[in-house]
């Protein structure tokens, strides 16, 4: 196997007394798209903000191509190429498109007191480089961001990464507020730049749209991975009670039944 273009190695992080990740190991390869499974509060956040040079870890190692790194900050992370996608897209609804696409990197023309936004070019690439994905409704650099959908506002700022040379697409709930065609573009999108060998971490609560695109799953619970598996070794419905608790609620059911046989069939009374 090739190796992992970013792995945590027993990542912990804790703010004060409080414990939010414990002992995390986890790794994504070119090519490869890891979902990360959990209900609200399960650590989800933290983990994608300690990937993305926000938190650094108590404890543990981050790597980056096999070698641990140490991200001060969001900057340093995304210069190694490690982008970050939110779910409105992070993108500006009074910005035109091109404008949008190249937000404080923006291509110029002329020289000295001339120089000024090459609003043509800036347009031109932004446009193709969404429609490479695709999405071919984007065909006007001056719309504004404020009139596209939520899948199209996911899929520019999936390019915009792609474009910048992003190696780890990490995308936090892209899905969570979109219809069924929106999500369907935006799962096309993850596999295309899985197909572009980016190694990709998608952040969901949504088991089937996971399915559809995971090679690799982890589930997390009150932050720790309670499960690390790949295609194929478990089915949506125990994927599902694992993000639930199913197991605890299952044995929770077994402690019911058993009290009713013994007692007239009569439920346990409250805990108070």
């Known amino acids: 196997m090739s190796t992992p273009i970013i792995e945590l190695e ?93 937000v404080g990197v923006e291509p110029t023309k002329g020289w000295g007191i001339f120089k000024r936004y090459d609003r043509k070019t800036a ?20 719309r504004l961001i404020g009139g596209l959908s939520g899948g199209e506002r996911q899929s520019l700022a999936i390019a915009r990464a792609v474009h910048f040379g992003a190696r780890v ?29 980016l190694a990709v971490i998608f952040i969901t609560h949504q088991v089937m749209h996971a399915m559809t695109v995971g090679d690799h799953f982890g589930v997390l619970i009150k932050g720790a991975l309670a499960a690390d598996f790949r295609k194929g070794e478990k089915s949506r419905e125990e994927i599902t009670d694992l993000m639930a608790g199913g197991e605890a609620l299952a044995d929770l059911g077994e402690e019911v039944e058993e009290y009713m046989a013994t007692h007239d069939g009569h439920a346990p009374p409250p805990q108070h």
């Open 123 to 142: 347009n031109e690439i932004a446009v193709k480089a969404v429609q490479d994905f695709g999405i071919t409704r984007i065909d006007d650099g001056d």
């Open 10 to 102: 027993n990542v912990n992080k804790s703010f004060g007394p409080i414990d939010v990740l414990h002992d995390i190991n986890l790794r994504v390869r070119a090519g490869e798209v890891l979902c990360l499974l959990g209900d609200n509060g399960a650590g989800k956040s933290t983990l994608i903000k300690t990937l993305a040079g926000v938190h650094k870890p108590t404890s543990g190692t981050v790597k980056f191509d096999g070698k641990p790194v140490e991200f001060d900050n969001p900057k340093q992370a995304q210069d190694m190429g490690i982008a970050t996608v939110h779910q409105f897209g992070g993108t500006f609804p009074l910005m035109s498109i091109g404008r949008s696409f190249f």
């Open 169 to 197: 697409l990490i995308l936090d709930e892209p899905t969570a507020a979109l219809g069924v065609k929106q999500a369907s573009h935006v799962l096309r999108i993850v596999l295309e730049a899985k197909k572009r060998g």
